[in-house]
């Protein structure tokens, strides 16, 4: 049924399709809006679940845990809500429990923030838990669907979290195509309980200590199980499109198939670099260009990103961060793709930099994209760039720079030589027709 949707809508229709048997929730803004629609079919009997108007994001996530051990379970949160919930999601990755969680991103502060960027999602990076960016509303609602199809696999059994940029992702109304119920049921089977909570007649133990010799096993044995869900999601993807129509992988390529620059990047941004790679693309004097949009951020397709951009043959990736990574080398996505090209490709891989931008709620526009891509080229070409961070948006710190008055005296000093060579490009940077 095609409609039009907001993205914590299309989420919650995600929920209702799995057949989620169990909600347990505590509203915080962007995400609360799934949580009440969810709560109101449950009310009006159209969605056969039990809802729990939790006293907080902790005992949501306590929830989850408990009652996916038995049934289907699910919640939604964003932002400081969800890094009240990590220090529980830990254990339902330690103890293999495949509950879902919609999270609607927006920045943790402090200062005190409302507004969307990738903070919260980047903090649970470390939790065991699968993690998957949407780019819009009806990713949003395929990606809550084959996240249990991926969680529940056995050789997987770990939650997931499925990502949308708060607002401009679940407040923007966009056309979604809602499947049908019995579709969604051939693609995802009943939930089948491995060890109940509820089974005297076979009982088990959750939450055990345990000495150094079985721990560092069961981490082991943990870490493998996520590892699995690569080929997890990949297969999954596969069986979807010939299901329901959609194909998902583990990230998209979007642009010239040899593409000598770059941008990688997660989630809703990627629509405005869509429309920026596509202007760019067979332009007079401009080589090949793509957009990486990654999809699956946790466990991190190292290897077969390496592969796309070495078949490429990539020169030069930018990537960029709406989030940071405190004092990390480089932000979580930028650290990752140059740990797999450097495991990967060592000296043949493309050179890497990274960009900050979309912070707590800061627009991520089309020139921006043009912007990075331009730097690209620079690197592309051999003129040197910043080992750290750039920033967007940043009046004193600009990634290019006309006049050296225009910047901060003190970071003249420090980049004064990098900015004189590199050069803003008109062929890059020339306004987009509407």
């Not at 009310?43 to 902790?58: L, P, Q, R, W």
């Not at 051990?69 to 529980?88: C, D, F, N, P, Q």
């Not at 809602?178 to 579709?183: A, D, N, T």
């Not at 699995?228 to 583990?250: C, I, M, N």
């Amino acid at each position: 049924m095609a409609t039009v949707l907001a993205g914590n809508g299309a989420a919650a229709w995600g929920f209702r399709l799995s057949r989620v048997q169990c909600y347990p929730y505590y509203p915080i803004t962007p995400s609360t809006a799934c949580s009440q629609q969810i709560s109101r079919w449950v009310n009006d009997g159209a969605m056969e679940a039990v809802t729990i108007n939790a006293e907080s994001e902790h005992s949501a996530a306590s929830q989850i845990i408990t009652a996916g051990k038995s049934v289907r379970a699910g919640t939604a949160t964003s932002s400081k809500g969800l890094l009240y919930m990590i220090e529980v999601l830990e254990n339902a990755a330690g103890g293999g429990v495949p509950c879902g969680l919609y999270i609607g991103n927006r920045a943790t502060g402090a200062p005190i923030n409302i507004w969307a960027d990738n903070s919260d999602a980047y903090a649970m990076r470390d939790s065991g838990v699968i993690q998957i960016f949407s780019a819009d509303a009806q990713e949003a609602l395929d990606n809550i669907i084959q996240g249990y199809r991926i969680a529940e696999d056995l050789r997987v059994r770990l939650p997931f979290a499925v990502n949308l940029r708060g607002f401009t992702g679940t407040h923007a109304y966009e056309g979604v195509e809602i499947p049908k119920q019995e579709e969604v049921d051939r693609y995802l089977a009943p939930f089948v309980p491995i060890y109940p909570l509820f089974a005297p007649e076979k009982p088990v133990t959750y939450g055990a200590m345990l000495s150094a010799y079985p721990y560092r096993r069961h981490k082991r044995n943990q870490m493998a199980a996520l590892s699995h869900a690569s080929e997890v999601a990949l297969k999954s993807g596969r069986e979807f499109a010939e299901k329901l129509g959609r194909s998902y992988g583990l990230f998209e390529w979007i642009g010239d198939e040899k593409a000598k620059l770059v941008v990688a990047l997660l989630g809703e941004s990627a629509c405005a670099g869509e429309v920026v790679t596509r202007h760019l693309q067979g332009k007079e004097g401009i080589p090949g260009v793509a957009l990486l949009k990654i999809r699956l951020f946790s466990p991190f397709p190292a290897k077969e990103i390496a592969q796309a951009l070495h078949q490429a043959g990539t020169k030069a990736l930018v990537v960029f961060d709406e989030g940071l990574h405190h004092g990390g080398v480089l932000p979580p996505l930028a650290q990752r793709i140059a740990t797999a090209i450097h495991l990967h490709l060592g000296g043949q891989g493309p050179k890497v930099a990274s960009v900050i931008g979309g912070l707590g709620g800061s627009e991520v526009r089309q020139d921006h994209f043009q912007l990075m891509f331009n730097l690209a080229d620079n690197i592309a070409e051999g003129k040197p760039y910043r080992p750290e961070p750039y920033w967007l948006d940043i009046a004193e710190d600009p990634i290019f720079v006309e006049r050296e008055d225009q910047v901060s005296p003190k970071l003249w000093r420090k980049w004064g030589e990098v900015w004189k060579k590199q050069k803003r490009k008109e062929k890059f940077c020339s306004p987009i027709p509407p």
